[in-house]
């Protein structure tokens, strides 16, 4: 049951794996989280153009063009 290992030894083994799996974490969540930002603006995106047509964006043109 004696520890022969140096003391700081196997502390630094065990900061080093928490940090390598909390890296690991931060990483899945940054990727989860990208995924979702991308999915949103894509839908943002989309519904804005979609709506753009609708709202009048584009109707001075039109008024334009039916004026001559």
Known sequence: MINRTPRGGSEWQHLQNAFIYRMGLAVIAATNAGRLLVGL???????SCATAGEDGHASPIRSRAAHG
Request: net charge neutral; no cysteine; charged share 0%.
């Open 41 to 47: 603006l894509v839908v943002i995106g989309a519904t």
